[in-house]
């Protein structure tokens, strides 16, 4: 039954889309049988692959200073763009609509990040360790190198 009164129908098997095409390439059926035994066949919307490549680019926007480490932010988001409507997973709208949720979540945080950065580099300058030091630098506190590695302010 259609319409507006049928009852909604969650029997259909789920559907591999684009890696299918995967499957036929390696003369498997791996991609294909794993997604009939998903119990969640529909789509997403907005499309949460494109809102978290979208919100990393963003921080690496927001952190990094080298240009090559945001190209490669803008890449990753790029490919993952491309990847998701090559193998037809999402329509473009989705994915427009998941970098739109990434940039409201982010904007809305921003506050708050920037107050945790002005708590860290405060406790930092005070030289209180526990509070200004991320927790790699706790974990390899003594060996210099790796240290200086997950050191923030470097």
């Known amino acids: 039954m259609y319409g507006p009164d049928a009852e909604a129908d969650y029997e259909m098997p789920g559907y591999a889309a684009g890696l299918t095409r995967v499957d036929v390439a390696l003369g498997t059926h791996m991609h294909s049988k794993g997604f009939h035994k998903s119990p969640i066949v529909f789509g ?8 978290m490549a979208f919100q990393v680019c963003l921080f690496i926007w927001y952190y990094a200073r080298s240009k090559l480490l945001r190209a490669a932010g803008i890449a990753f988001v790029c490919i993952q763009w491309w990847a998701t409507i090559y193998l037809d997973h999402h329509f473009r709208i989705d994915l427009i609509a998941g970098a739109t949720y990434a940039l409201i979540s982010f904007s809305l945080m921003y506050p708050y990040i920037r107050k945790k950065e002005h708590e860290f580099l405060s406790a930092r300058l005070r030289g209180d360790f526990t509070r200004g030091s991320t927790m790699g630098m706790r974990v390899f506190r003594g060996f210099k190198r790796a240290e200086k590695f997950f050191d ?3």
């Not at 997403?44 to 809102?51: K, N, V």
Request: proline fraction near 18%; aromatic fraction near 10%.
């Open 44 to 51: 997403a919307f907005p499309s949460l692959h494109s809102a």
């Open 152 to 154: 923030p302010c470097r």
